[in-house]
């Protein structure tokens, strides 16, 4: 079970875009002997790509997962994040406030 969802609320802790709070749009994830997970955040990260002679191609651009944490409402902070594993399956929540990420 991954710990960060398409769709998750998170807060950028690292970078130009500090303190900013966003959802994520993508999981870019790379398998190899060394597991990394990057995440596309929506307006984080905006990049400029020129396609032509003065023509950009602005996009959001993969940042670590390190460098998010997921937005705890109740807390109103950002938190990390831990699995409970229960009789019927597993869930995520907040190390912060110990309840339950909404799914």
Not at 61 to 85: K, Q, T, V
Request: hydrophobic share 45%.
């Amino acid at each position: 079970m991954k710990k960060i969802h398409i769709g998750d609320t998170v807060i950028v802790t690292a970078g130009k875009w500090k303190w900013t709070t966003s959802t994520v749009l993508w999981l870019v994830e790379k398998k190899d002997a060394r597991r990394w997970l990057r995440v596309i955040v929506k307006w984080v990260n905006i990049v400029k790509s020129a396609k032509k002679w003065e023509w950009y191609k602005e996009f959001e651009a993969p940042i670590h997962s390190s460098n998010i944490m997921l937005w705890d409402e109740a807390s109103n902070a950002g938190s990390r994040i831990g699995i409970r594993e229960w009789k019927n399956g597993k869930e995520r929540f907040y190390k912060k406030s110990w309840k339950a990420v909404a799914a």
